[in-house]
């Protein structure tokens, strides 16, 4: 099997990582907003997400003859490394349950906002827990300040949802009881969100936009608590701050539960059982909310589902952006330690700039938001370089 050894391709892997994790959520808003199912476009995402892992396992996992010390993908299937896998297993569970939360709270919250709390929330806990499995290997005077810079971060990405709310609701108060305002709508030009059909559109950023990404989306809204919304954000995050610890322990055994002798489970063979919990946990739990769903979504089927062509390769590229995207982390993370691996959780310096080129977030508001915004991404470049720099060498 292939093995990062570098610390030069552990930094690689991360930052290839970093942008294929920030750029999935953007694809799953934009299927939401569109008005398709979040209960369809995660079942598609999740088929892929497992394929990624499967095609990793397969090529990266047997792409040299294996050893009795490094065995290969194959070779490790059939050794009694049980208890590694129940680990790997146990984050692939709870990183399903993250994501799945994750995308209901993007359409309360935010793209930008859900990721920079979700994030924050896993390097100030699963980064700690990381440090401590992986022996220190992490240099602590670099990695803490920088897991300070995330916690700063988070305190500003809180400001600028709480300024743009306020903006925003500036906006619809001012909308004229006839429900439009006089700014003209952009005609001739092609809107991504409705599947690049030419339309008359509002303009970005304006009243008539907010209310116009309501009606279309499929997750409404407009007067839920905001309390729901950062309710779902923080279970996401928590969900988060544990996948990463949990792989540590399956690829490492710092616990020591495997039997003397038995090599410790490959970053590939861990990631296959690690993706195949979290693809059975998808099915089980969207299957189920197609028939009971939940926050008012109206009910769908599986005939329904297979039927649904509408944004499907939106929702299976999604998936194989996600599945690579921790595939790289891990790997990454195997070199140079987990805890410098959490590097990636910047990835809402990505996803933010998805949000604002695609689905006009934070156009029109004001010059307090875009002060708020500005500082929150500028600490996030300082954290993940800060990250990267406390980087070690797994012995």
Known sequence: MYLVES???AIGCMLLSLFFLGTWPALITLLERRGRLPQHTYLDYTITNLLAAVIIAFTLGEI???????PNFLQQLSQDNWSSVLFAMAGGIVLGLGNLASQYAFAFVGLSVTEVVTASITVVIGTTVNYFLDDKINRAEILFPGVGCFLIAVCLGSAVHASNAADNKRKLNNLPGNGKSNDACITGRKDMENGNGFTCKAKVGTADFLVEVENRRSIK?????????LSITFFAGFCFSLFSPAFNLATNDQWHTLKEGVPHLSVYTAFFYFSVSCFVLAVILNISFLYWPVLNLPKSSFKAYLNDWNGRGW???????CGFGNGLQ??????????AADAVQA????STFWGVVIFGEYCRSSRRTYVLLFGM???????VGVLMASSGHRK
């Open 347 to 350: 990835l809402p310096l990505v």
């Open 221 to 229: 809204v407009f007067g839920r608590s905001a309390v729901l919304g």
């Open 377 to 383: 991404l500028f600490m996030f470049i300082v954290a």
């Open 64 to 70: 040299q003859a294996g050893t009795p010390e490094a």
């Open 330 to 339: 891990f790997m990454g993370g195997q070199a140079a330690g987990y805890a």
């Open 7 to 9: 610390k030069g391709g």
């Open 315 to 321: 929702a299976l590229l999604a998936g194989f952006l």
